[in-house]
């Protein structure tokens, strides 16, 4: 498992019980709600992955809801807050969908993430973070596709639609890759949802 690029790639120094940052909490549980989903994600079982003892995590958070706050809170500033940020500076809205075609055309390290949110959207502090970035997303993808030329009304039914694809192609590459393809195949695939969804020819 690896936590995606933004949230630390290398995994940080394993410290002394007693030097162990929200840092390390934060990236255990979101490693604990990849492989295990919500079951997982618990003090004692975070604990044990962390080889500390329980009173190290009350050191720096308060319940099990405060670190999941914690952890998805900065997985929202760097996923979607900086990263809506940087492709708003793209000045052309077609090409402002781009990074995103990209890295939905191969397996990416985001994508486990979220999933696994998305999979334990049912708990009141995941899913009221889980619906605000969905939001923060289609509003996005809705401004970019009045700049294209759709109505207000068109764009955010397409913003919903293209957000929702893009959730369900996650889940379909993997439980199922052979139905999305992979390279080349995976990647027209990508292409081909996108502008069905997206091309003012077809409004």
Same mark, same amino acid.
């Not at 002394?16 to 295990?36: N, P």
């Not at 995941?126 to 289609?138: S, Y």
């Given at each position: 498992?690896?936590?995606?690029?933004?949230?630390g790639d290398k995994k940080p120094p394993k410290p002394a019980?007693?030097?162990?940052?929200?840092?390390?909490?934060?990236?255990?549980?979101?490693?604990?709600?990849?492989?295990?989903?919500?079951?997982?994600?618990t003090v004692p079982r975070i604990a044990k992955r962390l080889?500390?003892?329980?009173?190290?995590?009350?050191?720096?958070?308060?319940?099990?809801?405060?670190?999941?706050?914690?952890?998805?809170?900065?997985?929202?500033?760097?996923?979607?807050?900086?990263?809506?940020? @940087? *492709?708003? !500076?793209?000045?052309?809205? /077609?090409?402002? =969908?781009? #990074?995103?075609?990209?890295?939905?055309?191969?397996?990416?390290?985001?994508?486990?993430?979220?999933?696994?949110?998305?999979?334990?959207?049912?708990?009141?502090?995941?899913?009221?973070?889980?619906?605000?970035?969905?939001?923060?997303?289609? @509003? *996005?993808? !809705?401004?970019?596709?009045? /700049?294209?030329? =759709?109505? #207000?009304?068109?764009?955010?039914?397409?913003?919903?639609?293209?957000?929702?694809?893009?959730?369900?192609?996650?889940?379909?590459?993997?439980?199922?890759?052979?139905?999305?393809?992979?390279?080349?195949?995976?990647?027209?695939?990508?292409?081909?949802?996108?502008?069905?969804?997206?091309?003012?020819?077809?409004?």
């Amino acid at each position: 498992m690896s936590i995606p690029t933004g949230m630390g790639d290398k995994k940080p120094p394993k410290p002394a019980a007693e030097h162990l940052s929200r840092r390390h909490w934060q990236r255990a549980v979101l490693e604990s709600l990849i492989e295990g989903g919500i079951a997982a994600v618990t003090v004692p079982r975070i604990a044990k992955r962390l080889s500390v003892t329980k009173g190290s995590f009350y050191w720096h958070f308060r319940s099990i809801d405060d670190l999941l706050q914690a952890a998805l809170e900065d997985w929202e500033r760097i996923f979607t807050d900086e990263r809506l940020a @940087k *492709f708003a !500076a793209i000045t052309d809205p /077609e090409k402002r =969908f781009e #990074p995103w075609l990209t890295e939905l055309e191969r397996d990416h390290s985001a994508q486990k993430l979220h999933l696994a949110i998305a999979s334990a959207a049912d708990h009141p502090v995941i899913g009221a973070i889980f619906a605000r970035v969905a939001a923060k997303r289609i @509003k *996005f993808i !809705a401004r970019s596709l009045r /700049e294209i030329g =759709f109505s #207000p009304r068109d764009a955010n039914a397409r913003a919903i639609a293209v957000h929702a694809a893009y959730l369900g192609f996650l889940r379909m590459a993997h439980h199922g890759p052979e139905i999305v393809g992979a390279g080349p195949t995976r990647a027209r695939n990508v292409r081909i949802m996108f502008e069905a969804l997206s091309n003012k020819a077809s409004g």
